[in-house]
């Protein structure tokens, strides 16, 4: 049995100030919660997460790493840095960084196998656009993706992995994967990697991301392969994410 995981994508959005209510209330409102919970938070921000969700049972972690461990690359960020800010999580390959920064499947699972060499957990991101689903080819660009990191880190490397499924179409627009379009690509996603590993497809979280709310998190979280979720909007309202956190049971 899966332990469902909820992760909290902030995006670019926060300040000191409105973070530390929101951190404040997601660390007392999962305080027995049964799923696993996780924010992901602004670069700058880490420090304030480590100082008000440590030692509690909230994890955190960033959007993106770099994929170089150290040297002159200004602007980066390292996976041993998030690591020193006790981050366990870190995003990889989310549609913003591919579609807006020129996030190539070669650089991901770079940045993929950097977060691993660092002890972190990476959450791979994969998804298609509107005209790929209407081309009829959801399941190439996702297995596409997903074969990058196969092939440069192997499917052992998904024991300590995250896999999460974004369809772009569904990201921010308020037009959510129905639960049966959103099953239908996630057991995809495991019989690809059960192919290779059937212990390992068998363990590994796949969550579901794409306007995901109170209102449709239970039926979404209640497929079989759905474990979780990667939420944005809903993640920077307290009692929106703690009702999403409350239907991964
Ligand atoms: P929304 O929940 O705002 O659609 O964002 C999903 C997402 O991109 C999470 O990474």
Not at 6 to 18: E, F, I, P, Y
Not at 24 to 50: D, I, K, N, W
Not at 90 to 116: M, N, P, Q
Not at 211 to 228: C, H, R, T, W, Y
């Amino acid at each position: 049995m899966r332990t469902k995981l909820v992760v909290g994508n902030w995006k670019m959005h926060g300040s000191l100030a409105t973070n530390l209510g929101l951190l404040h209330a997601v660390r007392e409102g999962v305080a027995t919660s049964a799923a696993q919970v996780a924010v992901c938070v602004p670069y700058p921000y880490l420090t304030q997460a480590l100082s008000v969700l440590g030692s509690s049972l909230v994890a955190w972690g960033a959007q993106d790493v770099s994929e170089h461990a150290q040297g002159a690359w200004t602007g980066e960020v390292s996976a041993a840095m998030l690591a020193d800010f006790g981050c366990r999580y870190v995003l990889v390959g989310h549609s913003e960084r591919r579609s807006c920064f020129g996030d190539t499947d070669a650089i991901v699972a770079a940045k993929y196998a950097a977060a691993l060499a660092a002890n972190l957990t990476p959450i791979l991101c994969v998804g298609e656009t509107l005209a790929e689903r209407e081309a009829g080819i959801t399941g190439d660009v996702v297995m596409r993706q997903l074969d990058a990191v196969l092939s440069r880190c192997g499917v052992g490397s998904f024991s300590r992995a995250v896999v999460a499924y974004e369809p772009v179409w569904a990201i921010g627009t308020g037009r959510t994967a129905s639960p049966a379009q959103a099953q239908e690509v996630h057991a995809l996603i495991r019989s690809h990697f059960a192919r290779e590993n059937v212990e390992i497809a068998d363990n590994l979280q796949v969550l579901y991301g794409g306007s995901v709310k109170g209102a449709n998190a239970a039926e979404l979280f209640g497929q079989p392969d759905i474990d979780g979720g990667l939420i944005g909007g809903a993640s920077l309202v307290a009692t929106d994410f703690l009702a999403i956190c409350a239907a991964a049971i």
